[in-house]
């Protein structure tokens, strides 16, 4: 499955079939909880891209985990 977009709210895939929607999704929020926890997450997976663009969405100090 390809990422086509990704954008506040939206998320568009190419290719692939809608079988493999729920892994996938599985697999973003455990790669984001990864990177969010400070562990490296390979960007070149399906996942791993889409974690990592919800990830750079988010605020710095979520990001990093400073508190204000």
Do not use: H, N, W
């Amino acid at each position: 499955m390809t990422i086509v977009e990704i954008k506040l709210g939206t998320l568009v895939l190419a290719g692939g079939s809608p079988d493999e929607v729920p892994e996938l999704l599985y697999a973003a929020e455990q790669a984001l909880a990864d990177l969010l926890a400070g562990r490296t997450v390979d960007r070149d997976t399906t996942a791993g891209a889409i974690a990592g663009a919800l990830a750079d969405l988010l605020p710095d100090f979520v990001r990093t985990g400073a508190r204000a």
